[in-house]
């Protein structure tokens, strides 16, 4: 789960790091009464969106008076703004930041994410920050320091100091930086964040260091042990396709292509994807229905899937095992008539009952292919979408 640059910001300020001082506005009318709150030269005006790249698009705007700020807010609300991480569709502000101007004299990149490959959390630190770190990463790695914590020691005060001179601190800030990474790291612990980034952490003129933007997403696995959280929730944000599968607890990620896939297990689920691009065609979804989908959440999956206007095919493939393949079957000629979908739908199923589900599908009077593997399967779709559109 995602949230806003303010949301992440009030939950690092609970754990000691500091942070400028800011309030949310969702008017254009409240800005300058918040800007005359902070009584500041300068001040900062910031869209607060599910996305990166806000400054180059038009989303940060630095002012230098209470009518200025009133003025970039109402021009920012409401607006559609498109970054690199939007996609040409962008994102409509909804809310925006009124904070602080601060005294910078440097920029740095902090984060902690989980690494897959070292099977525990990873403290990465650079001195270019405010640059898009993929950029950094890419043209000169090198400038990137890493730090692989382990649970055995967590993360130590030995940690910060080495992160902290590697990115060219002075003896004096690093005094100051040691408690600063150890909060932002015991906020990601605490949180069950999958990452927490601050980009640019800054180094104001007094020494200080500030995390001037924030970025923080939880792990969703983790969010029962964290009820707190639930209102933190932004769904204009997130793609409405996606909140719906949310609520029949299908794990569904909306793509650009044109065939639908309907997959149980994550693994066979990308494995699908990759062979639908192998055979010249494009997913135009993740969807994982689970191991145990009942017809119900079988209807409601292909609810969704076609309710994408992308969609010229369906692709199922299953393995059957606590979900049999003949109950999928039934689930499927099911929510066929009460759907009354006209989309072909190609269905590679694998395990237990596989030959009466098949016959299930094949006596169903219906627009089904049955397949015979998952090269086949992928091919056969291919070709219906292509001859849909």
Same mark, same amino acid.
């Given at each position: 789960?995602?949230?806003?640059?303010? &949301?992440?910001?009030?939950? @690092?300020?609970?754990?000691?790091?500091? %942070?400028?001082?800011?309030?949310?506005?969702?008017?254009?009318?409240?800005?300058?009464?918040?800007?005359?709150?902070?009584?500041?030269?300068?001040?900062?005006?910031?869209?607060?969106?599910?996305?990166? #790249?806000? +400054?180059?698009?038009?989303?940060?705007?630095?002012?230098?008076?209470?009518?200025?700020?009133?003025?970039?807010?109402?021009? *920012?609300?409401?607006?559609?703004?498109?970054?690199? &991480?939007? +996609?040409?569709?962008?994102?409509?502000?909804?809310?925006? /930041?009124?904070?602080?101007? /601060?005294?910078?004299?440097?920029?740095?990149?902090?984060?902690?994410?989980?690494?897959?490959?070292?099977?525990?959390?990873?403290?990465?630190?650079?001195?270019?920050?405010?640059?898009?770190?993929?950029?950094?990463?890419?043209?000169?790695?090198?400038?990137?320091?890493?730090?692989?914590?382990?649970?055995?020691?967590?993360?130590?005060?030995?940690?910060?100091? =080495?992160?902290?001179?590697? %990115? +060219?601190?002075?003896?004096?800030?690093?005094?100051?930086?040691?408690? $600063?990474?150890?909060?932002?790291?015991?906020?990601?612990?605490?949180?069950?964040?999958?990452? @927490?980034?601050?980009?640019?952490?800054?180094?104001?003129?007094?020494?200080?260091?500030?995390?001037?933007?924030?970025?923080?997403?939880?792990?969703?696995?983790?969010?029962?042990?964290?009820?707190?959280?639930?209102? @933190?929730?932004?769904?204009?944000?997130?793609?409405?396709?996606?909140?719906?599968?949310?609520?029949?607890?299908?794990?569904?990620?909306?793509?650009?292509?044109?065939?639908?896939?309907?997959?149980?297990?994550?693994?066979?689920?990308?494995?699908?994807?990759?062979?639908?691009?192998?055979?010249?065609?494009?997913?135009?979804?993740?969807?994982?229905? +689970?191991?145990?989908?009942?017809?119900?959440?079988?209807?409601?999956?292909?609810?969704?899937?076609?309710?994408?206007?992308?969609?010229?095919?369906? $692709?199922?493939?299953?393995?059957?095992?606590?979900?049999?393949?003949? *109950?999928?079957?039934? #689930?499927?000629?099911?929510? !066929?008539?009460?759907?009354?979908?006209?989309?072909?739908?190609?269905?590679?199923?694998?395990?237990?009952?596989?030959?009466?589900?098949?016959?299930?599908?094949?006596?169903?009077?219906?627009?089904?292919?049955?397949?015979?593997?998952? =090269?086949?399967?992928?091919?056969?779709?291919?070709?219906?979408?292509?001859? !849909?559109?």
């Amino acid at each position: 789960m995602k949230i806003h640059e303010y &949301q992440a910001k009030a939950i @690092l300020a609970k754990f000691g790091v500091p %942070v400028p001082r800011g309030e949310v506005v969702f008017k254009a009318e409240d800005a300058k009464a918040a800007a005359q709150k902070l009584g500041t030269p300068v001040v900062v005006v910031k869209a607060q969106i599910h996305a990166g #790249g806000r +400054g180059k698009a038009g989303g940060v705007k630095v002012v230098k008076s209470v009518d200025e700020a009133a003025a970039a807010a109402e021009r *920012m609300l409401g607006m559609k703004l498109v970054t690199a &991480q939007t +996609g040409p569709e962008g994102r409509i502000v909804r809310r925006v /930041l009124i904070e602080e101007g /601060l005294d910078i004299k440097r920029e740095l990149y902090l984060s902690v994410l989980v690494d897959r490959a070292a099977a525990a959390p990873v403290f990465m630190a650079s001195a270019a920050g405010g640059m898009e770190i993929e950029e950094v990463a890419k043209d000169r790695p090198e400038a990137i320091l890493r730090e692989t914590i382990r649970s055995e020691t967590g993360f130590q005060a030995y940690h910060a100091r =080495k992160l902290a001179f590697g %990115v +060219g601190l002075p003896a004096g800030v690093v005094n100051a930086a040691v408690p $600063f990474l150890q909060s932002l790291y015991r906020a990601f612990i605490e949180t069950d964040a999958s990452l @927490l980034e601050i980009n640019p952490c800054v180094v104001t003129g007094d020494g200080r260091l500030v995390a001037l933007d924030a970025k923080v997403n939880f792990d969703d696995n983790a969010l029962y042990r964290h009820p707190e959280f639930k209102d @933190l929730r932004d769904l204009d944000e997130e793609t409405p396709l996606e909140v719906e599968a949310s609520k029949y607890k299908l794990n569904y990620i909306k793509l650009d292509g044109t065939i639908a896939c309907m997959v149980n297990g994550a693994g066979l689920a990308m494995a699908t994807m990759d062979i639908i691009k192998l055979s010249g065609g494009n997913p135009a979804n993740f969807l994982d229905v +689970g191991g145990d989908a009942s017809e119900e959440r079988v209807k409601n999956a292909f609810r969704i899937l076609l309710s994408d206007p992308n969609v010229k095919a369906v $692709f199922v493939n299953v393995f059957g095992g606590i979900l049999r393949c003949d *109950m999928l079957a039934s #689930g499927i000629v099911k929510a !066929a008539k009460e759907l009354k979908f006209k989309t072909p739908v190609v269905v590679r199923m694998e395990g237990t009952n596989v030959k009466q589900g098949q016959e299930i599908l094949r006596n169903s009077g219906m627009n089904f292919t049955v397949a015979n593997g998952m =090269k086949d399967g992928a091919e056969k779709a291919v070709a219906l979408a292509r001859g !849909a559109q």
